[in-house]
Protein backbone atom coordinates (compact mmCIF):
# COMPACT_ATOMS: atom_id res chain seq x y z
CA UNK A 1 0.00 0.00 0.00
CA UNK A 2 1.48 3.27 -1.19
CA UNK A 3 1.39 4.27 2.79
CA UNK A 4 3.15 1.60 3.24
CA UNK A 5 6.47 3.10 1.54
CA UNK A 6 7.77 5.73 3.93
CA UNK A 7 8.00 3.28 6.39
CA UNK A 8 9.78 0.74 4.02
CA UNK A 9 12.25 3.20 3.01
CA UNK A 10 13.18 4.12 6.91
CA UNK A 11 13.31 0.24 7.52
CA UNK A 12 16.13 0.51 4.20
CA UNK A 13 14.27 -0.95 1.80
CA UNK A 14 16.91 -0.45 -1.37
CA UNK A 15 13.33 -0.51 -3.58
CA UNK A 16 10.29 -2.19 -3.35
CA UNK A 17 10.03 -5.61 -4.54
CA UNK A 18 6.83 -6.44 -5.13
CA UNK A 19 4.27 -3.62 -5.87
CA UNK A 20 0.65 -5.34 -5.71
CA UNK A 21 -1.36 -3.49 -8.21
CA UNK A 22 -4.85 -4.91 -7.48
CA UNK A 23 -5.96 -2.91 -4.29
CA UNK A 24 -8.11 -0.01 -6.29
CA UNK A 25 -9.17 -2.31 -8.66
CA UNK A 26 -11.02 -4.16 -5.58
CA UNK A 27 -12.09 -1.33 -3.88
CA UNK A 28 -13.83 0.22 -6.73
CA UNK A 29 -17.14 -0.25 -8.59
CA UNK A 30 -15.75 -0.09 -11.57
CA UNK A 31 -12.01 -0.63 -13.25
CA UNK A 32 -9.55 2.58 -12.32
CA UNK A 33 -9.18 4.51 -15.58
CA UNK A 34 -5.50 4.88 -16.73
CA UNK A 35 -5.33 8.18 -15.24
CA UNK A 36 -6.08 6.74 -11.82
CA UNK A 37 -3.90 4.06 -12.21
CA UNK A 38 -1.26 6.90 -13.50
CA UNK A 39 -1.72 8.90 -10.03
CA UNK A 40 -1.19 6.34 -8.07
CA UNK A 41 1.91 4.82 -9.49
CA UNK A 42 3.42 7.92 -9.43
CA UNK A 43 2.49 8.62 -6.08
CA UNK A 44 4.82 5.50 -5.25
CA UNK A 45 7.72 7.44 -6.95
CA UNK A 46 7.85 10.20 -5.22
CA UNK A 47 8.73 7.81 -1.81
CA UNK A 48 11.46 5.87 -4.18
CA UNK A 49 12.16 8.46 -6.82
CA UNK A 50 16.05 7.03 -7.69
CA UNK A 51 15.22 3.36 -7.05
CA UNK A 52 13.59 0.41 -8.89
CA UNK A 53 9.87 -0.40 -8.10
CA UNK A 54 8.47 -3.72 -9.34
CA UNK A 55 4.84 -3.37 -10.37
CA UNK A 56 3.44 -6.49 -10.58
CA UNK A 57 0.10 -6.14 -13.12
CA UNK A 58 -3.33 -7.30 -12.09
CA UNK A 59 -3.14 -10.58 -10.16
CA UNK A 60 -7.31 -11.07 -10.12
CA UNK A 61 -8.91 -14.43 -9.65
CA UNK A 62 -8.62 -17.19 -7.32
CA UNK A 63 -9.72 -15.51 -3.92
CA UNK A 64 -8.98 -12.08 -5.18
CA UNK A 65 -13.01 -11.49 -7.41
CA UNK A 66 -13.21 -7.69 -8.13
CA UNK A 67 -16.69 -6.74 -8.27
CA UNK A 68 -16.26 -4.76 -11.77
CA UNK A 69 -15.74 -8.70 -13.02
CA UNK A 70 -18.36 -10.47 -11.50
CA UNK A 71 -20.64 -12.15 -13.12
CA UNK A 72 -18.76 -11.75 -16.36
CA UNK A 73 -18.51 -15.36 -17.76
CA UNK A 74 -15.56 -17.25 -16.83
CA UNK A 75 -14.18 -15.12 -14.09
CA UNK A 76 -12.88 -17.48 -11.00
CA UNK A 77 -16.62 -16.99 -9.26
CA UNK A 78 -18.20 -19.08 -11.85
CA UNK A 79 -14.89 -21.57 -12.17
CA UNK A 80 -14.88 -24.63 -9.83
CA UNK A 81 -11.38 -24.44 -9.15
CA UNK A 82 -10.39 -21.23 -9.57
CA UNK A 83 -6.95 -21.79 -8.09
CA UNK A 84 -6.62 -23.35 -11.30
CA UNK A 85 -8.39 -21.53 -13.37
CA UNK A 86 -8.90 -18.31 -15.28
CA UNK A 87 -6.37 -16.38 -12.93
CA UNK A 88 -3.84 -13.80 -12.49
CA UNK A 89 -2.41 -12.90 -16.11
CA UNK A 90 -4.88 -15.24 -17.58
CA UNK A 91 -7.59 -12.98 -16.27
CA UNK A 92 -5.84 -9.82 -17.75
CA UNK A 93 -4.74 -11.59 -21.71
CA UNK A 94 -8.55 -12.41 -21.53
CA UNK A 95 -9.57 -8.89 -20.70
CA UNK A 96 -7.14 -6.97 -23.29
CA UNK A 97 -8.56 -3.58 -22.86
CA UNK A 98 -7.98 -3.69 -19.10
CA UNK A 99 -4.58 -4.57 -19.41
CA UNK A 100 -3.01 -2.42 -21.70
CA UNK A 101 -4.95 0.68 -19.51
CA UNK A 102 -3.13 -0.78 -16.80
CA UNK A 103 0.17 -1.26 -18.78
CA UNK A 104 0.00 2.32 -20.44
CA UNK A 105 -0.67 3.88 -16.64
CA UNK A 106 2.66 1.60 -15.83
CA UNK A 107 4.98 2.55 -18.83
CA UNK A 108 3.63 6.29 -18.04
CA UNK A 109 4.44 6.41 -14.43
CA UNK A 110 7.71 4.96 -15.05
CA UNK A 111 8.76 7.37 -17.12
CA UNK A 112 12.05 9.07 -15.58
CA UNK A 113 12.14 6.27 -13.17
CA UNK A 114 13.61 2.68 -12.17
CA UNK A 115 10.18 1.22 -13.08
CA UNK A 116 9.91 -2.50 -13.42
CA UNK A 117 7.06 -4.53 -14.82
CA UNK A 118 6.51 -8.10 -13.28
CA UNK A 119 4.12 -10.51 -14.71
CA UNK A 120 2.65 -12.88 -12.35
CA UNK A 121 1.39 -16.92 -12.94
CA UNK A 122 3.52 -17.23 -16.24
CA UNK A 123 3.01 -20.74 -16.85
CA UNK A 124 4.13 -20.94 -20.79
CA UNK A 125 6.25 -19.22 -23.42
CA UNK A 126 3.59 -18.28 -25.99
CA UNK A 127 1.96 -16.65 -22.79
CA UNK A 128 4.86 -14.55 -21.86
CA UNK A 129 5.11 -13.56 -25.79
CA UNK A 130 1.95 -12.38 -25.86
CA UNK A 131 2.31 -9.98 -22.60
CA UNK A 132 5.33 -8.93 -24.43
CA UNK A 133 3.19 -8.36 -27.56
CA UNK A 134 0.46 -6.47 -25.64
CA UNK A 135 3.32 -4.02 -23.84
CA UNK A 136 4.37 -3.37 -27.31
CA UNK A 137 0.86 -2.70 -28.42
CA UNK A 138 0.51 -0.31 -25.14
CA UNK A 139 3.72 1.48 -26.41
CA UNK A 140 2.38 2.27 -29.88
CA UNK A 141 -1.27 3.66 -28.59
CA UNK A 142 0.62 5.90 -26.43
CA UNK A 143 3.34 6.97 -29.23
CA UNK A 144 0.48 7.38 -31.39
CA UNK A 145 -1.14 10.18 -28.81
CA UNK A 146 1.87 11.82 -28.03
CA UNK A 147 1.91 10.75 -24.52
CA UNK A 148 5.68 10.26 -23.09
CA UNK A 149 6.29 6.99 -21.66
CA UNK A 150 9.46 5.09 -20.52
CA UNK A 151 11.02 3.38 -23.12
CA UNK A 152 13.43 1.07 -21.38
CA UNK A 153 11.67 -0.30 -18.77
CA UNK A 154 12.47 -3.97 -17.34
CA UNK A 155 9.96 -6.59 -17.82
CA UNK A 156 10.07 -9.71 -15.30
CA UNK A 157 7.71 -13.03 -15.29
CA UNK A 158 6.96 -14.23 -11.68
CA UNK A 159 7.91 -18.19 -11.25
CA UNK A 160 5.12 -19.52 -9.38
CA UNK A 161 4.05 -22.63 -10.93
CA UNK A 162 6.29 -25.51 -11.37
CA UNK A 163 6.01 -25.34 -15.37
CA UNK A 164 7.96 -21.90 -14.87
CA UNK A 165 11.05 -23.14 -13.79
CA UNK A 166 11.07 -26.25 -16.22
CA UNK A 167 10.86 -23.43 -18.76
CA UNK A 168 13.25 -20.58 -17.33
CA UNK A 169 15.75 -21.40 -19.77
CA UNK A 170 13.23 -19.98 -22.29
CA UNK A 171 11.81 -17.28 -20.29
CA UNK A 172 15.24 -15.87 -19.77
CA UNK A 173 15.64 -15.48 -23.70
CA UNK A 174 12.47 -13.22 -23.22
CA UNK A 175 12.45 -10.93 -19.74
CA UNK A 176 14.86 -8.90 -18.25
CA UNK A 177 14.67 -10.35 -14.63
CA UNK A 178 12.71 -13.56 -12.93
CA UNK A 179 11.18 -13.07 -9.36
CA UNK A 180 9.67 -16.04 -7.48
CA UNK A 181 6.56 -16.25 -5.86
CA UNK A 182 7.47 -18.59 -3.38
CA UNK A 183 4.17 -18.71 -1.87
CA UNK A 184 1.89 -19.78 -5.20
CA UNK A 185 5.25 -21.65 -6.34
CA UNK A 186 4.83 -23.92 -3.10
CA UNK A 187 1.11 -24.49 -3.32
CA UNK A 188 1.29 -25.62 -6.87
CA UNK A 189 3.85 -27.73 -6.53
CA UNK A 190 2.44 -29.57 -3.49
CA UNK A 191 -0.84 -29.25 -4.23
CA UNK A 192 -1.79 -27.55 -0.99
CA UNK A 193 -3.94 -24.77 -0.88
CA UNK A 194 -1.29 -22.09 1.28
CA UNK A 195 -4.62 -20.84 3.03
CA UNK A 196 -6.23 -24.21 4.12
CA UNK A 197 -4.46 -25.00 8.22
CA UNK A 198 -5.31 -29.16 7.50
CA UNK A 199 -3.02 -29.39 4.68
CA UNK A 200 -0.39 -26.76 5.89
CA UNK A 201 2.38 -29.01 7.45
CA UNK A 202 2.65 -30.53 3.50
CA UNK A 203 2.58 -26.90 2.45
CA UNK A 204 5.90 -25.80 4.31
CA UNK A 205 8.38 -23.43 3.08
CA UNK A 206 11.11 -25.95 3.94
CA UNK A 207 9.70 -28.51 1.61
CA UNK A 208 12.66 -30.32 -0.52
CA UNK A 209 10.93 -30.03 -3.23
CA UNK A 210 10.57 -26.16 -3.07
CA UNK A 211 14.09 -25.49 -2.18
CA UNK A 212 15.65 -28.43 -5.53
CA UNK A 213 13.10 -26.06 -7.68
CA UNK A 214 14.95 -22.94 -6.51
CA UNK A 215 18.26 -24.03 -6.71
CA UNK A 216 17.57 -25.08 -10.18
CA UNK A 217 16.39 -21.80 -11.07
CA UNK A 218 18.50 -19.55 -9.58
CA UNK A 219 21.08 -22.17 -11.85
CA UNK A 220 19.52 -21.69 -14.82
CA UNK A 221 19.21 -17.66 -14.61
CA UNK A 222 22.68 -16.96 -13.15
CA UNK A 223 23.49 -19.25 -16.58
CA UNK A 224 21.66 -16.61 -18.46
CA UNK A 225 22.79 -13.99 -17.46
CA UNK A 226 19.44 -12.86 -16.09
CA UNK A 227 18.95 -11.72 -12.45
CA UNK A 228 16.40 -13.70 -10.05
CA UNK A 229 14.82 -12.16 -6.84
CA UNK A 230 12.72 -14.13 -4.25
CA UNK A 231 9.51 -12.36 -3.16
CA UNK A 232 7.54 -14.64 -1.57
CA UNK A 233 6.57 -14.80 2.18
CA UNK A 234 9.64 -17.27 2.11
CA UNK A 235 12.51 -14.33 1.83
CA UNK A 236 11.56 -13.22 5.30
CA UNK A 237 12.23 -16.61 7.16
CA UNK A 238 15.81 -16.02 8.32
CA UNK A 239 16.54 -19.76 7.87
CA UNK A 240 15.15 -19.65 4.22
CA UNK A 241 17.19 -16.56 3.62
CA UNK A 242 20.29 -18.55 4.30
CA UNK A 243 19.48 -21.08 1.51
CA UNK A 244 18.30 -18.01 -0.71
CA UNK A 245 21.46 -16.23 -0.16
CA UNK A 246 23.55 -19.53 -0.34
CA UNK A 247 21.86 -20.30 -4.07
CA UNK A 248 22.89 -16.60 -4.74
CA UNK A 249 19.41 -15.25 -5.38
CA UNK A 250 20.33 -11.38 -6.26
CA UNK A 251 17.49 -10.10 -4.58
CA UNK A 252 14.92 -10.84 -1.04
CA UNK A 253 11.52 -8.91 -1.06
CA UNK A 254 10.16 -9.11 2.25
CA UNK A 255 6.98 -7.04 4.23
CA UNK A 256 9.59 -4.23 6.12
CA UNK A 257 9.49 -5.40 8.98
CA UNK A 258 11.56 -8.41 8.08
CA UNK A 259 14.51 -6.23 6.09
CA UNK A 260 16.45 -4.82 9.37
CA UNK A 261 16.72 -8.31 10.82
CA UNK A 262 17.80 -10.20 7.45
CA UNK A 263 20.55 -7.29 6.84
CA UNK A 264 21.82 -7.97 10.53
CA UNK A 265 21.72 -11.63 9.85
CA UNK A 266 23.17 -12.12 6.23
CA UNK A 267 26.15 -9.34 7.06
CA UNK A 268 27.36 -12.04 9.50
CA UNK A 269 27.80 -15.08 7.08
CA UNK A 270 30.56 -15.55 4.00
CA UNK A 271 29.06 -16.03 0.76
CA UNK A 272 31.55 -19.11 1.03
CA UNK A 273 29.80 -20.85 4.21
CA UNK A 274 26.03 -19.70 2.60
CA UNK A 275 26.92 -21.98 0.06
CA UNK A 276 27.88 -24.80 1.98
CA UNK A 277 24.87 -24.46 3.90
CA UNK A 278 22.81 -24.29 1.10
CA UNK A 279 24.72 -27.01 -0.03
CA UNK A 280 23.84 -29.28 3.08
CA UNK A 281 19.96 -28.41 3.13
CA UNK A 282 19.60 -29.72 -0.67
CA UNK A 283 20.89 -33.21 -0.02
CA UNK A 284 17.74 -33.46 3.19
CA UNK A 285 14.96 -35.36 2.29
CA UNK A 286 12.21 -33.88 4.23
CA UNK A 287 11.04 -30.65 5.71
CA UNK A 288 11.65 -31.10 8.85
CA UNK A 289 15.16 -32.16 8.52
CA UNK A 290 15.71 -29.01 6.74
CA UNK A 291 14.12 -26.84 8.79
CA UNK A 292 16.23 -27.88 11.62
CA UNK A 293 19.70 -27.97 9.65
CA UNK A 294 19.10 -24.19 8.95
CA UNK A 295 18.17 -23.37 12.59
CA UNK A 296 21.25 -25.27 13.52
CA UNK A 297 23.24 -22.76 10.90
CA UNK A 298 21.65 -19.68 12.50
CA UNK A 299 23.28 -17.42 13.57
CA UNK A 300 21.41 -14.53 15.50
CA UNK A 301 24.39 -11.40 16.92
CA UNK A 302 23.33 -10.95 20.30
CA UNK A 303 23.35 -7.43 19.99
CA UNK A 304 20.12 -7.76 17.19
CA UNK A 305 18.28 -11.01 19.32
CA UNK A 306 15.24 -8.76 19.76
CA UNK A 307 15.13 -8.14 16.08
CA UNK A 308 14.14 -11.92 15.81
CA UNK A 309 12.14 -12.46 18.24
CA UNK A 310 9.16 -14.28 16.84
CA UNK A 311 10.76 -15.24 13.51
CA UNK A 312 9.47 -18.28 12.30
C1 LIG B 1 3.57 -15.38 -4.20
O1 LIG B 1 2.75 -16.12 -4.71
O2 LIG B 1 4.57 -15.78 -3.56
C2 LIG B 1 3.42 -13.92 -4.30
C3 LIG B 1 4.37 -13.10 -3.89
O3 LIG B 1 2.24 -13.45 -4.79
P1 LIG B 1 0.92 -13.33 -3.88
O4 LIG B 1 1.33 -13.66 -2.48
O5 LIG B 1 0.42 -11.95 -4.07
O6 LIG B 1 0.08 -14.37 -4.54
MG1 LIG C 1 1.30 -15.24 -6.09
Given at each position: LLRELPVARSRGADGVGLYRTEFPYLMRRDAPTEAQQLAVYQRAFEEFPDRPITFRTLDLGGDKIAPFLQGDEGTAELEDNPFLGQRSIRLSLAHPDLFRTQLRALLRACDGHKGRILFP?????????????????????????????????????MIEVPAAVEIAPHLTKLVDFLSVGTNDLLQYTVAADRGNRKVAELASNYHPALFSLLSRLSWEATKAGVPVSVCGEMAADPACALFLAGIQVDALSMDSRYIPRTKVLLRGYELSELKEIAGGARKLATASEVNRFLHQNLRVPPEAERLFAGAH
Open positions: MISAVDEMKEVLRQVDLARAELRSRGTAFADEVQIGA
